[in-house]
C-alpha cells in the first residue's frame, strides 16, 4: 500500500505541475481544483514574490509567517512543490541565510526552478528526494517548515525521525497540515483518491502529537487554523461517490500548525 500511496501521489501532483508548466496553474486558490488548501490562499502573501514567480500554492497554511524565521537561518520545506513558501522564507532570512527545498516529484521541482530563477534568488536550492530520506547531513538546519505534506506520507514516523535528524540541537519544526478532530473513517482510508487530496493520511492531534514525541520533539504546539464546512470538503474531491463518503465528515477535518523543538544538548 505505501508504494501505491507515493506512486499515486507523484502522478497527482505531476500532472498538477505539468499545468502550471503549461499555462493553467491549477492553484488551490481556483474554484476547480480539488486539494485540500482553504486557508492558505486568504493567509499568505504571495504579493510580495518577484513579478514572474507563478502564483501556484497547495498548501493549508503559511509556515514562512509562523515560524518566526530570523536574518541567518538555514531552513529546509519539505515538499515544497512549486517553492512559493521556499522564496518567502528565502526573503525572510536574508542573503545570510539559506533555504533548501524538497521534493519527490520531478515536475514540480521543474516549477521550483524556473520560479527561482524568475525570482533571481541565490540562497535557494532545491532538491530532489522523499522526506522519509532527507538527502542532507544531521545537526544541519535551523528550522523545518511544510506546507500540507506530511500528511502525504505513508511513513510519518520516518519523516518525522528525519526532520529531527537534520535539525541542530535546539532547531524547529514548524509544519501547516490537515488534521482531523475525530478518529480517521477506516471507510475513506482506503481511497487512494482521498489520499493523495490530503484526506485520508491526515493525522488526529493525539496522533500527530505522540509521533512527534516519539521522533524526540519536545514543546510540541497544535493550533487549529481553519476548520472545512461542507462545501469546502467536498470540494476535495469531483468523483460524486467520494463526495458522498466525505459529506458526514463536514466539520471533523481541518488546517492546524503545528511547532515543535528538537532539544538542545544542555536540555534533560
Ligand atoms: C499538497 S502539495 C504542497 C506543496 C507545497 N508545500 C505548497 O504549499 O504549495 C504536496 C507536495 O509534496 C510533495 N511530496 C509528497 N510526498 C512527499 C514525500 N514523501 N517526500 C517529498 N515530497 C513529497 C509532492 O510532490 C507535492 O509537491
Not at 514567480?53 to 531552513?75: D, H
Not at 533571481?120 to 544541519?140: R, T
Request: with cysteine.
Amino acid at each position: 500500500m505505501n508504494d501505491r500511496i507515493k506512486a499515486a501521489v507523484r502522478v497527482r501532483y505531476g500532472r498538477l505541475a505539468q499545468q502550471a508548466l503549461h499555462g493553467s496553474p491549477a492553484s488551490c486558490c481556483s474554484s476547480t481544483s480539488s486539494c485540500s488548501c482553504p486557508s492558505s490562499c486568504a493567509t499568505t502573501d504571495f504579493a510580495s514574490l518577484p513579478a514572474g514567480v507563478s502564483g501556484y500554492s497547495l498548501g493549508c497554511g503559511n509556515p514562512p509567517a509562523l515560524a518566526g524565521l530570523q536574518p541567518g537561518e538555514v531552513v529546509l520545506d519539505l515538499g515544497c512543490g512549486a517553492g512559493l513558501d521556499v522564496l518567502l522564507a528565502a526573503q525572510k532570512v536574508g542573503p545570510a541565510g539559506k533555504v533548501y527545498g524538497l521534493d519527490m516529484t520531478e515536475e514540480m521541482l521543474e516549477l521550483a526552478r524556473r520560479n527561482q530563477r524568475a525570482s533571481g534568488m541565490a540562497n535557494v536550492e532545491f532538491l530532489k528526494g522523499e522526506m522519509e530520506h532527507i538527502p542532507l547531513p544531521s545537526n544541519h538546519v535551523d528550522v523545518v517548515m511544510s506546507n500540507c505534506v506530511l500528511n502525504l506520507s505513508p511513513d510519518k514516523a520516518a519523516a518525522l525521525t528525519e526532520a529531527h535528524r537534520v535539525l541542530k540541537p535546539g532547531g524547529r519544526l514548524a509544519f501547516a497540515d490537515m488534521m482531523w478532530l475525530s478518529e480517521v473513517p477506516a471507510s475513506l482510508r482506503r481511497h487512494l483518491e482521498l489520499w493523495t487530496s490530503c484526506v485520508a493520511g491526515a493525522l488526529t492531534e493525539a496522533e500527530c502529537r505522540h509521533l512527534l514525541e516519539e521522533a524526540g520533539f519536545t514543546d510540541v504546539e497544535i493550533e487549529i487554523t481553519h476548520v472545512l464546512d461542507k462545501d469546502e470538503l467536498l470540494k476535495l474531491s469531483q468523483a460524486p461517490e467520494l463526495q458522498e463518503a466525505l459529506a458526514p465528515y463536514a466539520g471533523s477535518l481541518v488546517s492546524a500548525f503545528v511547532r515543535a523543538r528538537k532539544p538542545k544538548l544542555t536540555d534533560k
